[in-house]
């Protein structure tokens, strides 16, 4: 059983540029979220997808959207980058739920000269 | 909001000892969800162990559990038997109930760097 993958694992992009990140969940899981994580620092919640739609975000600008697939895989896009997106980001799926912990994938790590 | 506070950025143990991580905790919620999580430096996180906060008994798994203390908004992580792979970053994390603003979404503590020396 395969768990969460991510790809790509590693880029690195121009300030200005725009990304995509992709992740498919465990299988059998149906909601996706999104985490930043600063080096040394704990993750930040970006959103959470749910029958693709965007079910709840943090506090992150409108730069960061994402989208949901019927198959469940997600993907996070950020437009107009800054130095300071440079960062791990991390999916993570769990099934619908408040009580199910959530499984994180091995992260995209994402640099913007 | 919710936080999250682990007051330890570094801890050091002896193989085969036992060392605690802190963490606390400040929510309004009666009902809620509580996770170690565990980062070696390959980066996967991984599940260490879960607490609901309706469940008074201590949640164990093998070498690993945790000191719940819901009126202090308490949770600390003991290891038991430490081993060299034991050696990771150590996020507490927290999670609200269905229907509450902070359902859904994990909110991490600033993590602890554990090592383990043989």
């Known amino acids: 059983d395969a768990g969460v993958t991510q790809s790509p694992t590693h880029l690195i992009k121009t300030r200005g540029q725009q990304v995509t990140l992709r992740c498919s969940p465990k299988?059998?899981?149906?909601?996706v979220s999104w985490y930043q994580q600063a080096l040394g620092q704990g993750p930040q919640f970006i959103f959470q997808y749910y029958e693709e739609e965007e079910r709840q975000r943090g506090n992150f600008p409108d730069r960061f959207s994402g989208h949901q697939f019927p198959n469940y895989s997600s993907e996070l896009n950020v437009n107009a980058l800054l130095l300071g997106d440079s960062a791990l980001y991390l999916c993570?799926?769990?099934?619908?739920?408040?009580?199910?912990?959530?499984?994180f994938g091995p992260g995209t790590r994402l640099t913007v000269t | 909001a919710q936080t999250v506070t682990q007051s330890q950025p570094e801890m050091s143990v002896q193989e085969a000892e036992t060392v605690t991580l802190s963490c606390t905790y400040d929510t309004s919620e009666s009902n809620y969800y509580l996770f170690w999580y565990k980062q070696p430096p390959s980066r996967q996180m991984i599940l260490v162990i879960r607490?609901?906060?309706?469940?008074?008994q201590n949640a164990t798994e093998n070498r690993f559990s945790v000191n719940f203390q819901k009126a202090a908004k308490s949770f600390s992580l003991k290891i038991s038997d430490s081993q060299l792979g034991d050696t990771a970053m150590y996020f507490c994390a927290f999670k609200g109930p269905a229907g509450g603003t902070s359902y859904g979404k994990l909110t991490f503590g600033q993590g602890t760097i554990l090592t383990v020396h043989p």
């Open positions: 607490q609901e906060a309706y469940k008074q």
């Open positions: 993570a799926s769990s099934p619908a739920g408040a009580g199910y912990e959530q499984y």
């Open positions: 299988s059998g899981h149906d909601t």
